[in-house]
């Protein structure tokens, strides 16, 4: 099971850290991943990260204002979003894979019939 928290309005330039408690083990062969959707948009990928390797994958249009972290201790992974933009707008997910070893490619996978197992979302808005 997976929760997210944290969404919330915010102005454009702000910040927000959106966090997802995992109910199982996330340490190991596993790979954790956001996802975003907007209103009549299909769901897309924000930020991806396989631990184990060490390898992340980033959708271009949040490099150098999104990063991802993972508590293994806490069994959470964390979405810092800075310079937030109005079309950064969406419900954000999380979603993970286990195992992750199989999925072919040195990045993890960016696509969400990839992820077996998914939040129930957290809404951000930027206005």
């Known amino acids: 099971q997976l929760v997210e928290s944290g969404g919330g309005s915010v102005q454009a330039g702000g910040s927000l850290r959106l966090s997802c408690a995992a109910s199982g083990d996330i340490s190991g062969d596993n790979c954790m991943a956001w996802f975003r959707q907007a209103p009549g948009k299909e769901r897309e990928a924000v930020l991806a990260?396989?631990?184990?390797?060490?390898?992340?994958y980033w959708h271009d249009s949040v490099k150098g204002r999104f990063t991802i972290s993972q508590d293994n201790r806490e069994n959470k992974v964390y979405l810092q979003m800075n310079s937030l933009q109005p079309e950064d707008t969406a419900m954000y997910y999380c979603?993970?894979?286990?195992?992750?070893?199989?999925?072919?490619?040195?990045?993890?996978?960016?696509?969400?019939?990839?992820?077996?197992?998914w939040g129930q979302g957290t809404q951000v808005t930027v206005s």
């Open positions: 979603a993970s894979r286990r195992p992750c070893s199989d999925y072919p490619g040195p990045k993890p996978p960016s696509q969400q019939n990839d992820y077996y197992y």
């Open positions: 990260f396989y631990s184990a390797r060490g390898a992340r």
